[in-house]
């Protein structure tokens, strides 16, 4: 396997002179094309943190992110944004859906950032809202979803682009125990049919323990990593 994603040497601080915190410390770390990795910590152990640089919506302070070999420490914002539309997609703990749009409205709006056309998108649209179950609901309201529903919402718009890449980041925590062990199962197995590869945050051991590897952060810095 190929490194997808590698970080050398991160440190994140923020604040000034005055008062600075070190939310990442000498970070290095490597993730393998097609592999799912937890990264677990306690709140305010950085491992949010870690997430947004390795997923380039934040920048390190200093040190270097590799993705698919590619240096992106210099991209200009532009080049960021296409790099994130292109191999990237991400279901969060808030689903930040348009509430007052349709389903399927939702689901393609990266293709819409991409330029892809009406027709086309709403074809793949609506074969991705069939693949998460959600085919009947493509002309309703985003805001008329359960729960569970619209985290399936979010998993579409992930994958509606082909990424390489999915960044979850507590993808259950605002869903009940049933409706996340359904989810996690869901998106696991569109991991490993499409060979994508997965990171997650979370401080669900259970879920950490489903992944190939964890990778275990406390102050910003890497205690280890269990496989």
């Known amino acids: 396997m190929n490194a997808i994603i590698e970080t050398q040497n991160l440190d994140k601080i923020y604040g000034n002179d005055g008062a600075t915190t070190a939310a990442l410390k000498d970070v290095s770390i490597n993730i393998q094309a097609g592999e799912s990795v937890a990264i677990v910590g ?7 943190t870690l997430l947004h640089i390795l997923a380039t919506l934040d920048r390190p302070t200093s ?30 703990q808030q689903f930040f859906l348009n509430a007052r749009n349709t389903c399927l409205e939702n689901v393609v709006l990266p293709l819409v950032i991409q330029g892809v056309g009406a027709r086309q998108r709403n074809e793949r649209g609506l074969a991705m809202l069939s693949v998460v179950g959600l085919a009947e609901f493509a002309k309703q309201k985003a805001n008329d979803l359960s729960g569970g529903q619209k ?37 696991f197995r569109l991991q490993r049919e499409k060979g994508m590869t ?19 952060i406390k102050d910003g810095v890497i205690l280890g990593e269990t496989v």
């Open 151 to 187: 985290q399936r919402l979010c998993i579409a718009r992930a994958l509606i682009t082909n990424p390489q890449i999915i960044f979850a980041d507590e993808p259950t925590g605002n869903l009940d125990s049933e409706n996340g062990r359904s989810i996690i199962e869901f998106l």
């Open 42 to 48: 306690k709140s305010g152990s950085g491992k949010s």
């Open 63 to 92: 040190g270097k992110l590799f993705v698919d070999g590619h240096d992106t420490t210099s991209l200009k914002h532009q080049e960021l944004d296409k790099l994130r539309n292109e191999k990237f997609g991400f279901v969060f």
């Open 198 to 216: 997965l990171i997650i945050v979370t401080h669900d051991h259970e879920l950490a323990l489903m992944c190939n590897r964890m990778i275990t």
